[in-house]
């Protein structure tokens, strides 16, 4: 059976680099490389960090049925997730993992509802700003946009199932790695996962950690960080 991990996080937040890290340490996983319209960035390569084509050919997947979900972002890019990811997924016995934005995420949990979703906070507005100043790719402009855009989707961080504060990248790596796991574990076990991890300490260690990102245990620690975006928008 394959899990489907959505992982969103507002642009800056250090979410490229969790699910980097993700793919390289746990094995039997496969990226969903998403299409876009919008142009590739400095580095950017095509069908690696997405799979860039034009409007036209969007609107054609569209009408042909070909995404999972899409999404209209910043008022004119289309984003979408093909479904021959999950497809090939499946038929290697693979895990699925998406990086996609709120709106998707939501697309995905009513196709399908056991999919796993989390979603990464930078530790405050501060830090938002000082990393997407710091990697050098955005005009002021459109980090202003960007930021914006931040305080909206940070709102809705309560609609997922785990939340991930970045401010220790190794930490934040081991909780996303742990969240997979940890499902695995309990898809195997079932009812049965805490006897699993009775008898194997790591099973129990990814369990206590993915336990600790549930949104709800982590809802006080959420809170003086949402008040660092909402308070700069009063
Ligand atoms: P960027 O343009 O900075 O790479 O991504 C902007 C936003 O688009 C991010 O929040 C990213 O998660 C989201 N995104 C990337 N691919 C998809 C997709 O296939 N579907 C949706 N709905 N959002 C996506």
Redesign the pocket.
Known sequence: MTSVFIV????GSG?STLVERLLSSVPGLTFSI???T?SPRGHERNDED?CFIRAEEFRAMIERGEFL???V?FGK?Y???ARRFLEEARRQGHDLVL???V??AAQIKQKLPDAASIFILPPSREALIARLRGRGEDAEEVIRRRLGRAAGEIEDYYKYDYVIINDRIEQAAEKLCAIVLATRVSRQAGAGADAAAAIDPQAKRWLELARACRTADVSEQVQPILETFFSARK
């Open positions: 969103s996080a507002p642009s979410k998403s299409y876009t919008r997405y979900e899409w999404a972002l890019d984003y979408g997730t990086d996609i934005d709106q998707g």
